[in-house]
């Protein structure tokens, strides 16, 4: 007994030795890779690999407009690359339509799903599957030039004061001057970040309030060229056009911003972080979205998303992954590195509570988070890329002096014809 | 001895596999596969799922007035963007092959653009062309005249296009036509000097006739790098405005790689082949040297 | 009379003179400012480098202030390793590339075998169809090789190059008979008459050819973009888009520092050259 104790503990070691040998073996590293242009990545990554030190996660970066396209081509050519797929919020219907996302409706934790904001929780789904959870949060906020506002005589609105777009509009042509006749305002009154794009220009129309998409999700005749829309953008033209508050051209209304050139400037909540760390040299300020007069608040928002590519082969590392940037852990972590909020409720009420920000500029986060509840998502329909794409071409063209009914009317065809195959 | 005959006979195989196999494998595969592509549609199947729709995508091509605008506009600009560019860079050339004090010089910075990456290129000229603040209005301005919109408008932006396009492409294919200039021999130059024939003269019935090989070099080159011009529109017009610049790359482009269209896209592409193929014949039966 | 007519000419040259070098000055300045412009931008801050654009003025081709902020910024994000990685790139391609074609050149131009026409055609017919027109398919096909993410991937589909191989053709048919019948006749094999005879003597061709090469993988962009997106194998031009934005932000100084970089280098490159890559293959062989 005694003799073939020692040999039996032997034995039994020497068992658990080849299973934590066959277990850490069967734990071969895993690399997941990520297309992406986000900032922040690379963190995150990396704080997932420090959970979960087997998977490493290669970040590949692109920019913006290549993430699309990337993600055209390796998932439609049924490439097991990417295994985490960024989608933009709008495009998580159309990716889900062609069968580029797999359903996670098992791999996100309910508490965490439960914990999103109510508007980027319906951009994750189609379907009735959750395909695309959101990463963080962001809003369209208006920022002014207090001081061209206070040699115009005009009163900055408050933190929490939401002018209407006529308010705007008369600031606006307040603001605008050209003291040295040239012919090139030396201020402008008023430019959108994201001047041809439907995710800046759709609260225009969604205000009055009316339509951007048929409720079939398809339809776009007789809704884009309908008298409201001529109504909204016949403004927009005017604004450039006209009125001439606004630059045409490819001016980007940032560098405009900056250089004092512009006194009102409605873009995305993540460039206060770009104002706080490259300081400027005026005294600026935040204020919420406009609306029309008598019309709806909306507001421009919404998040990138994560999905997980069908093709991949490790597809469950890849979950875990998407659930862990959707966490609030990692939340914190995109609004260190460039000042975009957590799509968790109840971290924006911890946010908004912070006595941090109660003093500006980090008043600005506040405000911008404020407008969470709202956000309207873009509209919801499987041909989005085509709708964005036709309708950028008939932004820029109103822009620049075309005739407002007729271009939104070519644009309403195209359209129609790009969906047809949508309807079999 | 027998053995060196037989290894001989293989030597032309030796010399030329390497080549012919990566040209068939990496050039030719690839365009059978994309009109096999253009028979099928992917876009709205699962993922690797293909449906088989025989001729509807080319069909698609010749009854959607977009992707058939693109083709008109492409040929609009071909016909334009080569002869003139090509007609430039003979000039040019003609220029920078003065004797005369300096040339080097100025050969050395017009060399510059050849180097320069679209994208470089674009970024550069997209700024300079703005209508508020571009340097050429600046310009413009100072001497006294109106104000352009250039990329703005529907008059000029494809002018603005062939442009930037030709601040590289003339200097590029000047370049062939120096080396050219530089082969004729000087004896021929001589003795058309002493029959009295002026510098055009000489530079038309003369020069021009012996660069026959190289201009139709040039300008089948030209057509080609110009039927399938993409990058100045994807970075500055989109295609814009009013679709003025939609070119025919850029709409295969869009249908492809935005709205994820893959069979219609290569369905654009075979069809845009076919009329490169085309264009390039007939440059080359019109060019083609008579002995 | 004789000194009127001297003086006549004189004055004819001088006009002459004095509109040529006003043209070549005028051109000359057209290439010269966007680029300075770009390469001042780089030397500025992102605060300084809109100053002097809008409104736009002279002094926007001198740098607002001079700082390296863009440079060291892009270093610190890993220019440093596209550069390195588009200088091998550059360089395998190069050598490659010439191997390729060269081989196949002199087998064009001296060497006789069947489907000679035939082959040739293929050659020529290849460089008349852009790469650009077959991007979706050549990515699948790489992609089934299961070269995305390598070098080979990015190397291997451009190393046959029409254009390279009809020039070597062009320049190796132009190579007097004598040169290599006398090796022919000492019973030196062809691979020794190309290798010891042929090759010593193209230095022209093989520059051009070089110099094309290299220049194709430095300016290259999306290509490298769909094989190789990961930023081990990243290369400069995808380094230049990527660096300059980031969601949607423009970090201007960063952008034109890049751009800076991407393009002195191979404007370095082509300088030195230029008398082959004018003299050399390029007019030789297509001469009337």
């Known amino acids: 007994m005694f003799v073939r104790k020692p040999l039996r503990l032997f034995g039994l070691s020497l068992l658990i030795l080849l299973l934590a040998l066959t277990a850490v073996s069967g734990q071969d590293a895993v690399e997941l890779s990520w297309i992406t242009d986000l900032p922040g990545a690379e963190e995150v990554a990396a704080r997932f690999t420090?959970?979960?030190?087997?998977?490493?996660?290669?970040?590949?970066?692109?920019?913006?407009?290549?993430?699309?396209?990337?993600?055209?081509?390796?998932?439609?050519?049924?490439?097991?690359?990417?295994?985490?797929?960024?989608?933009?919020?709008?495009?998580?219907?159309?990716?889900?339509?062609?069968?580029?996302?797999?359903?996670?409706?098992?791999?996100?934790?309910?508490?965490?799903?439960?914990?999103?904001?109510?508007?980027?929780?319906?951009?994750?789904i189609y379907n009735g599957q959750l395909l695309a959870p959101p990463i963080w949060n962001s809003a369209q906020v208006m920022y002014y030039n207090a001081a061209l506002m206070e040699a115009a005589g005009i009163t900055p609105p408050a933190p929490d004061e939401r002018w209407t777009w006529e308010q705007v509009t008369e600031a606006a042509q307040a603001l605008a001057s050209d003291a040295d006749a040239d012919g090139v305002n030396d201020v402008w009154g008023l430019q959108f970040g994201q001047y041809n794009r439907i995710y800046q220009l759709q609260p225009i129309p969604e205000s009055l309030p009316t339509a951007v998409l048929g409720d079939d999700g398809l339809t776009v005749e007789g809704i884009i060229d309908s008298d409201d829309w001529?109504?909204?953008?016949?403004?927009?033209?005017?604004?450039?056009?006209?009125?001439?508050?606004?630059?045409?051209?490819?001016?980007?209304?940032?560098?405009?911003?900056?250089?004092?050139?512009?006194?009102?400037?409605?873009?995305?909540?993540?460039?206060?972080?770009?104002?706080?760390?490259?300081?400027?040299?005026?005294?600026?300020?935040?204020?919420?979205?406009?609306?029309?007069?008598?019309?709806?608040?909306?507001?421009?928002?919404?998040?990138?998303?994560?999905?997980?590519?069908?093709?991949?082969?490790?597809?469950?590392?890849?979950?875990?992954?998407?659930?862990?940037?959707?966490?609030?852990?990692?939340?914190?972590?995109?609004?260190?590195?460039?000042?975009?909020?957590?799509?968790?409720?109840?971290?924006?009420?911890?946010?908004?509570?912070?006595?941090?920000?109660?003093e500006f500029p980090n008043l600005a986060f506040v405000v911008a988070a404020g407008e969470a509840p709202y956000v309207t998502p873009r509209p919801l329909t499987v041909g989005y890329l085509e709708y964005e794409e036709i309708l950028s071409d008939a932004f820029e063209d109103i822009r620049n002096g075309a005739d407002v009914a007729e271009t939104l009317g070519q644009a309403a065809g195209r359209i129609e014809r790009e969906m047809d195959k949508y309807r079999e | 001895?027998?053995?060196?005959?037989?290894?001989?006979?293989?030597?032309?195989?030796?010399?030329?596999?390497?080549?012919?196999?990566?040209?068939?494998?990496?050039?030719?595969?690839?365009?059978?596969?994309?009109?096999?592509?253009?028979?099928?549609?992917?876009?709205?199947?699962?993922?690797?799922?293909?449906?088989?729709?025989?001729?509807?995508?080319?069909?698609?091509?010749?009854?959607?007035?977009?992707?058939?605008?693109?083709?008109?506009?492409?040929?609009?600009?071909?016909?334009?963007?080569?002869?003139?560019?090509?007609?430039?860079?003979?000039?040019?050339?003609?220029?920078?092959?003065?004797?005369?004090?300096?040339?080097?010089?100025?050969?050395?910075?017009?060399?510059?653009?050849?180097?320069?990456?679209?994208?470089?290129?674009?970024?550069?000229?997209?700024?300079?062309?703005?209508?508020?603040?571009?340097?050429?209005?600046?310009?413009?301005?100072?001497?006294?005249?109106?104000?352009?919109?250039?990329?703005?408008?529907?008059?000029?932006?494809?002018?603005?296009?062939?442009?930037?396009?030709?601040?590289?492409?003339?200097?590029?294919?000047?370049?062939?036509?120096?080396?050219?200039?530089?082969?004729?021999?000087?004896?021929?130059?001589?003795?058309?000097?002493?029959?009295?024939?002026?510098?055009?003269?000489?530079?038309?019935?003369?020069?021009?006739?012996?660069?026959?090989?190289?201009?139709?070099?040039?300008?089948?080159?030209?057509?080609?790098?110009?039927?399938?011009?993409?990058?100045?529109?994807?970075?500055?017009?989109?295609?814009?405005?009013?679709?003025?610049?939609?070119?025919?790359?850029y709409e295969a482009y869009r249908r492809g790689l935005v709205y994820g269209d893959i069979g219609i896209a290569s369905a654009i592409i075979s069809v845009l082949l076919i009329v490169v193929v085309a264009f390039v014949a007939v440059e080359f039966i019109v060019l083609r040297p008579r002995h | 009379m004789n000194r009127d007519h001297t003086t006549l000419l004189r004055l004819r040259k001088a006009r002459r003179y004095i509109l040529l070098y006003a043209l070549l000055i005028a051109i000359a300045i057209a290439i010269i400012l966007p680029i300075s412009w770009i390469v001042a931008s780089s030397f500025s801050t992102r605060e300084t480098v809109w100053k002097n654009v809008l409104p736009f003025s002279w002094r926007a081709f001198f740098p607002a202030d001079f700082t390296l902020d863009g440079y060291q910024a892009i270093f610190e994000k890993d220019f440093g390793r596209a550069l390195l990685n588009t200088f091998f790139l550059g360089a395998v391609t190069v050598v490659f590339g010439i191997a390729v074609g060269a081989m196949s050149g002199f087998a064009f131009a001296r060497l006789k075998f069947r489907a000679k026409n035939f082959l040739f055609a293929l050659v020529i017919f290849s460089f008349m169809i852009p790469g650009d027109l077959t991007i979706i398919p050549s990515f699948v096909l790489v992609r089934d090789l299961g070269w995305l993410g390598t070098w080979q991937g990015l190397i291997v589909p451009g190393l046959a190059n029409g254009i390279i191989i009809f020039l070597f053709r062009q320049f190796f048919a132009e190579i007097p008979q004598d040169l290599i019948d006398a090796p022919r006749v000492d019973g030196a094999t062809w691979l020794q008459v190309f290798i010891r005879i042929i090759l010593p003597i193209s230095k022209p061709a093989l520059i051009s050819a070089g110099v094309i090469l290299f220049l194709g993988q430095w300016n290259n962009f999306f290509w490298p973009l769909l094989v190789a997106p990961d930023p081990e194998l990243r290369v400069v031009q995808v380094a230049v888009s990527i660096i300059g934005i980031e969601q949607q932000v423009h970090l201007w100084e960063q952008m034109f520092a890049s751009s800076t970089l991407a393009m002195l280098v191979p404007v370095l490159l082509i300088l030195p050259f230029q008398r082959y890559y004018v003299g050399g293959i390029l007019g030789s062989g297509l001469k009337g």
């Open chain 1, 50 to 124: 420090e959970y979960n030190p087997n998977i490493t996660v290669r970040v590949d970066k692109v920019s913006f407009r290549e993430v699309f396209q990337q993600n055209q081509i390796r998932l439609g050519s049924g490439s097991s690359e990417p295994d985490i797929v960024s989608v933009d919020a709008p495009v998580v219907a159309s990716y889900g339509f062609r069968g580029w996302l797999l359903s996670l409706d098992d791999a996100i934790p309910a508490e965490q799903i439960d914990g999103w904001v109510d508007a980027l929780h319906t951009s994750s």
């Open chain 1, 230 to 358: 001529v109504k909204a953008f016949t403004w927009f033209s005017d604004l450039h056009n006209t009125l001439n508050v606004s630059p045409q051209g490819g001016i980007s209304s940032g560098e405009l911003f900056r250089n004092s050139q512009l006194g009102i400037y409605v873009d995305g909540g993540w460039m206060i972080n770009q104002f706080i760390n490259n300081p400027l040299d005026f005294d600026w300020g935040v204020a919420p979205h406009p609306y029309w007069d008598g019309g709806e608040v909306t507001v421009p928002g919404d998040s990138w998303h994560l999905g997980v590519n069908p093709n991949s082969e490790h597809t469950e590392e890849a979950a875990a992954f998407v659930a862990f940037a959707s966490s609030s852990e990692a939340g914190r972590i995109w609004f260190d590195v460039w000042g975009v909020w957590p799509a968790h409720e109840e971290m924006l009420a911890e946010f908004a509570e912070d006595p941090a920000n109660a």
């Open chain 2, 1 to 249: 001895m027998r053995n060196k005959l037989r290894l001989e006979r293989w030597t032309p195989a030796f010399f030329l596999a390497p080549a012919i196999i990566l040209l068939i494998v990496f050039r030719y595969i690839p365009i059978v596969l994309g009109f096999e592509e253009a028979l099928y549609t992917n876009s709205l199947s699962l993922a690797g799922a293909r449906k088989f729709v025989g001729l509807n995508n080319f069909i698609a091509v010749f009854e959607d007035p977009v992707v058939w605008g693109s083709f008109k506009t492409t040929m609009v600009f071909s016909l334009v963007v080569n002869p003139l560019q090509v007609g430039l860079a003979l000039l040019l050339a003609e220029l920078i092959n003065q004797r005369v004090p300096g040339i080097a010089v100025f050969r050395a910075i017009y060399l510059v653009p050849v180097a320069i990456s679209m994208n470089v290129t674009a970024i550069a000229w997209g700024l300079a062309l703005d209508p508020n603040y571009g340097l050429i209005n600046g310009i413009i301005r100072t001497l006294g005249l109106p104000r352009q919109p250039f990329l703005q408008h529907p008059s000029q932006a494809l002018w603005s296009i062939i442009g930037i396009i030709s601040w590289i492409g003339v200097p590029y294919w000047s370049l062939f036509f120096l080396a050219g200039l530089q082969g004729i021999s000087s004896d021929v130059l001589e003795s058309a000097h002493v029959d009295g024939a002026g510098s055009l003269r000489t530079f038309i019935s003369i020069k021009l006739p012996l660069l026959r090989r190289i201009i139709a070099f040039v300008l089948v080159s030209d057509t080609v790098v110009n039927f399938t011009l993409f990058a100045p529109i994807y970075l500055i017009t989109r295609g814009g405005p009013q679709l003025s610049t939609h070119l025919v790359m």
